[in-house]
DNA sequence: TGGGATAAGTCAACATAGCTGACTTAACTC
DNA sequence: GAGTTAAGTCAGCTATGTTGACTTATCCCA
């Protein structure tokens, strides 16, 4: 039986302790670059339709979160995309101001704000959710049987804190 | 048996023709989410690392396809990284200039640029990989045992032209 | 061999989207 | 009523992308 590729750094380890550095050689450059590759593609893609509406990508990720979770706050929201509240507001004001999100006040905490998306808000956040669902579809019609459920659990673990980088601890 | 989750779509479309629009409840909101936070953390980590050169991002894609394929012209460079010459000019000359990446004249055609990563260079952009390369090997360690293969199947078909966008044909 | 095409470099000006720091306002909590 | 918290705002800076126009060196071909 052939060791598969992704159990090279592993069997490596086995033999010379925790402390593994990879050769140039054992490096994961292919999925390196396709995790670029892939999500330069992904995100291009809206692109020309949220240059219609005079948007950006920082436009896009914030209607896409209030689409997705309506009635989230303003500090919920800075928590999901990891940027200054002063980023976030020049793109929310053009997004309230267009009428794509709107807020309004929380019930029991009347300091928050709660977004939602407009009607409008909702079929733009859809229609760029649908061009890249195709995309991924695509991709994963070509990936085998289980390739959904495998690229879920790969992207899932991919997510996390920093990494530390003790590279001789 | 049951219908995978990949299929939904694709059954529906045998229904009701070719030109399927996916309801709210058919996109694949999961893994559009996950591809956006697993890019995210996954460049996020090499971040500390290039800021005590005086580095950002661009910095260090052009120092990795630099690494990666020794003696590429800057045309070659132009096309992988799709930005202009004039934005790849300013981080290139501010590699050149802190000895990381050298430049020698084609010998065939001399007009051209072949590009070159210094001893110090070659020592960066490894290290910076292996930060790379460790996310990944968690991530792969926790997807299963065809896990690497079904990543990089998928990760390959995400690549590729703008969607196009036809809602409605 | 001379003229057009090509590879690269450069100058200027601008847009987007991130950042820090300092401050205000309104509402909540104790 | 005092301190805390959620959000908004002003000012200014940085990184990285863009267009457009132009130069220089070299190559290639008629």
Redesign the interface.
Known sequence: MSI???TR??ERAQAAGPAV??D?DE????????????????V??PD??LAEYGFGRAHH?VL?FVN?RPGLTIAELLDIL?ITKQSLNRVLKELIETDFVEQRAGRTDRRQRLLFPTDKGRELA??L???????????????????????????????????G?N?TP
């Open positions: 598969p590729a992704n750094i592993s550095e990879p140039a490096i994961d450059f292919e999925l390196i670059e396709l995790l670029f590759f892939a999500y330069r593609d992904f291009g893609d020309l339709i990720r896409h997705r990891r859809m229609s959710a649908r061009m890249q669902h195709r995309r991924i579809d695509r991709a994963i019609a070509g990936a085998g049987a289980t390739g959904r459920d495998v690229a879920r659990r790969f992207l899932t673990a991919m997510v996390g804190p920093a990494d980088g590279e």
